[in-house]
C-alpha cells in the first residue's frame, strides 16, 4: 500500500448522531455533520488533496503529541509540547444533557495552555458532499464564517481570529499562554437560515464552555452505571463507549462503524458500514446488557421493531440509522480513497442479501431479555412469533451468510444454527411466558435443523464443522455453536473445530475469518472480532489459559486511545477496514465477560 497515515493514528469523537476522526497530528479527517451516513465536510481520510480537513496544531512542535480520553467519555484530550509552551486541545461532538435526543451538530475545539506560550495555527477547508463541492465562504463583519454549497451549510468560529487563507479556506494563527484558552466551532447549519435578516450566531466562549462541560458530565452520568469485569476493566469502558457513541439516542440504531471504505486489502474490498446491521445491533446489545445497560437493548428490539414494520417477512439484515429500508450501493469518484485504495462508496448493496442468522440474533436477545426479566408484551410476543415462524419456513433455503457473500447463496452453517437458536429460543420463550404457539411443529423443525447440521456440516474425517453443508472449507463462524448453545461448548466435535480453525485460520496469534474464495479482490487481513470468538469458545470449554493468550494478543491490535479497527495485516502490523467497528468492541466486551466466567 501507499505511503499515508496509519488507521491506528486516528481517534473518534461521536454523539450517537454523527462521529468524526481525529489524526493524532490535530486534524480532523472525517466529519459527517448530519448523520453517520450523510455526505462529509472533512473527508481527507479517503482524499488527501480533495476531502478537507479541519487542523488545529502548533506551528512549531516539539515531538508527538500525547493524546487520551478524558475519564469515562469520548472527549478527547491532546497534549502538546511547543516552542515556547505546553498545552492541550480538548476535542468533542456536542451533546444536550437535558435533552441528548435532539442533535447539536457541533465540533467544538478547544485550545487551553499549559505553561509558557505556544503559537498555534488553525486550518479549516471544509469541502462538502464527500469532497464534490469546494463551499462559498461567506465572512460576516463580526469574523464569524460561513460556508455554503447546496443544501450544505456550516458556521465557522474561532474568536474573530480566522481569515480568508484562500477562496476556499479559513486559517489563523495565535498564542496561547497558561490558563488563557481559544476555542473554535464547526457547526452545521440550514442553508436557508443565511437568507434571514439575523443569520446563525456562533456561540461565545462561556457557552462553549458550558457545552464541553455538559458534554463530559453526560458521558460520564452514563459511565457510571457500568457494571465492569475484573479483566480489562477500563478497555472494556472504552469498548462500551465507543457503541454508545455509535447509538442514535433517538431511534435505538447502532451505526456498525464510523467510517466507509477503510479497505480491507491493498486491491480493495472497501465497503460501506455507517448503517444499522441486525446482527451487529444485537451483539451490542447483548454486551452492553450484560454490562447493565438495558436502555440499549431495548432500543435495539425496538428500532428492529419499527423498521421491519412488526413483520418477520419484511425483515432487512440492515437499516439507516433511521429505520431507511433503501441502501443503494455507489461510488463516490470525487474521493480517491485511503492511500489511493478505492473504490469509495456509498450505500451497501447487502442490505438486500437474505441472511437467515439474523433470526436467531433477534430471538436470543428476547430470551437473553426475558431472562433479565423483560418480557415481551403483546405486539414484541407477535412479531418474535413470527420470526419464528419465518426461521421454520426458510432454514431448507441457502443465503449469502453473515459474511454477505455476493457469490451464489449456499447452505451456510452459521445460518442454519442460527434458525436452529430461533426456533429454540421460540420455544422456550413461549413454554415459559405461557404463550399460544404452534409447539409441535417449531419442536419438528427445530430436531429437523440439528439433524441436518449434523449430517451435513460435520466432517467427519477431519473432524471439523465447515463452512457450508458438503464443503470443505472453514469458517471461524462456527466458533459460536457453544456460544448460543447449539453444543456444549466442551463437545469433543467443538474443542477439535476450535483447534483446527486455530490452526488452519490462525495468522500471528489472530484469526481469519474463512479460507473460501469469495470472489473479491485480493487476500483480507485477519479478522478482529473473530480473534475474540477463539477466546470466549476456549474460555467456555475451560481452556483458560489459551483463552487469556488469545484475548491478550487481540488486545495488542488496538491503538493509543482503545480502539478497535475491524481488520488487522499481521504482515503490515496495520488495521485495516472501517473503524471504529461496533462488532470488533463487543466481542471484545464478551470475550472478557467469558473470560471473568472461566
Not at 442533535?103 to 498555534?120: K, N, S, Y
Not at 464569524?144 to 447546496?150: I, K, Q, R, S, V
Not at 484469526?511 to 477463539?534: N, S
Not at 480502539?563 to 472501517?578: K, M, T
Amino acid at each position: 500500500m501507499n505511503d499515508g497515515p496509519r488507521i491506528e493514528e486516528y481517534a473518534v469523537i461521536a454523539d450517537g448522531y454523527s462521529a468524526a476522526l481525529v489524526h493524532r497530528r490535530g486534524s480532523v479527517e472525517w466529519y459527517c455533520p448530519q448523520r453517520f451516513d450523510a455526505g462529509s465536510v472533512f473527508a481527507r481520510l479517503l482524499d488527501r488533496e480533495r476531502g478537507g480537513h479541519c487542523t488545529v496544531a502548533p506551528t512549531e512542535p516539539r515531538g508527538e503529541p500525547e493524546r487520551a480520553y478524558l475519564d469515562g467519555s469520548l472527549v478527547l484530550c491532546t497534549t502538546w509540547t511547543a516552542s515556547g509552551g505546553r498545552a492541550r486541545v480538548l476535542d468533542l461532538l456536542a451533546v444536550d444533557r437535558d435533552d441528548p435526543a435532539t442533535p447539536r451538530r457541533q465540533l467544538v475545539r478547544i485550545i487551553e495552555g499549559l505553561d509558557g506560550e505556544a503559537e498555534f495555527e488553525v486550518h479549516v477547508a471544509p469541502r462538502f458532499d464527500y469532497g464534490e463541492a469546494r463551499p462559498w465562504l461567506y465572512d460576516a463583519p463580526d469574523g464569524t464564517h460561513y460556508a455554503l454549497a447546496g443544501d450544505d451549510a456550516l458556521l465557522v468560529a474561532c474568536a474573530g481570529l480566522l481569515r480568508r487563507r484562500e477562496r476556499h479556506e479559513l486559517g489563523g494563527r495565535f498564542t496561547v499562554a497558561a490558563g488563557e484558552r481559544v476555542r473554535l466551532e464547526v457547526r452545521r447549519i440550514a442553508p436557508e437560515s443565511l437568507d434571514d435578516d439575523e443569520s446563525p450566531r456562533p456561540c461565545g466562549a462561556d457557552e462553549l464552555d458550558r457545552r464541553a462541560n455538559a458534554t463530559l458530565g453526560w458521558w460520564r452520568d452514563w459511565s457510571r452505571g457500568a457494571q465492569l469485569p475484573e479483566i480489562d476493566p477500563e478497555g472494556v469502558l472504552r469498548s462500551a463507549l465507543v457503541v454508545k457513541g455509535l447509538t442514535n439516542p433517538r431511534t435505538g440504531a447502532i451505526a456498525a462503524a464510523a467510517t466507509t471504505s477503510l479497505p480491507e486489502s491493498a486491491e480493495g474490498r472497501t465497503w460501506d458500514y455507517r448503517y444499522a446491521w441486525v446482527r451487529d445491533a444485537v451483539f451490542s446489545a447483548r454486551a452492553l446488557a450484560d454490562l447493565g445497560f438495558e436502555d440499549v437493548a431495548d432500543g435495539v428490539r425496538h428500532f428492529v421493531q419499527r423498521s421491519s414494520a412488526g413483520h418477520a417477512d419484511e425483515l432487512r439484515i440492515a437499516y439507516g440509522v433511521s429505520g431507511e429500508r433503501r441502501l443503494p450501493e455507489g461510488e463516490i469518484a470525487s474521493l480517491g480513497g485511503w492511500r489511493g485504495i478505492g473504490p469509495v462508496r456509498v450505500g451497501n448493496g447487502a442490505a438486500t442479501q437474505r441472511q437467515h442468522d439474523v433470526l436467531g440474533q433477534l430471538l436470543d436477545l428476547a430470551w437473553h431479555g426475558h431472562e433479565r426479566g423483560h418480557e415481551p408484551d403483546d405486539e414484541l410476543w407477535e412479531f418474535l412469533s413470527d420470526v419464528v415462524d419465518r426461521a421454520a419456513k426458510v432454514w431448507p433455503e441457502p443465503d449469502c451468510g453473515l459474511w454477505e457473500s455476493r457469490e451464489d447463496p449456499r447452505h451456510f452453517t452459521h445460518s442454519k444454527v442460527m434458525c436452529w437458536v430461533a426456533l429454540d429460543r421460540g420455544i422456550r420463550l413461549a413454554r415459559d411466558l405461557g404463550r399460544d404457539a404452534p409447539l409441535d411443529r417449531w419442536c419438528a423443525a427445530r430436531d429437523e435443523v440439528r439433524a441436518a447440521v449434523e449430517e451435513h456440516a460435520y466432517d467427519c474425517e477431519r473432524g471439523v464443522f465447515t463452512q457450508s453443508f458438503d464443503r470443505p472449507e472453514l469458517d471461524a463462524a462456527v466458533l459460536r455453536l457453544g456460544a448460543v448453545g447449539f453444543l456444549d461448548p466442551r463437545d469433543e466435535r467443538l474443542v477439535h473445530t476450535a483447534d483446527v480453525v486455530t490452526e488452519r485460520l490462525g495468522e500471528g496469534g489472530l484469526v481469519r475469518r474463512h479460507d473460501a474464495d469469495d470472489g473479491q479482490p485480493g487476500r483480507e487481513g485477519t479478522f478482529l472480532p473473530c480473534a475474540f470468538w477463539l477466546a470466549e469458545c476456549l474460555a467456555a470449554q475451560g481452556r483458560t489459559d489459551e483463552a487469556r493468550e488469545r484475548f491478550e494478543r487481540a488486545l495488542q491490535t488496538r491503538n493509543d486511545v482503545g480502539l478497535f479497527a475491524e481488520e488487522y495485516d499481521v504482515g503490515a502490523g496495520e488495521a485495516r477496514g472501517n473503524v471504529p467497528q461496533a462488532l470488533t468492541h463487543v466481542s471484545h466486551i464478551l470475550a472478557a465477560l467469558t473470560l471473568e466466567r472461566a
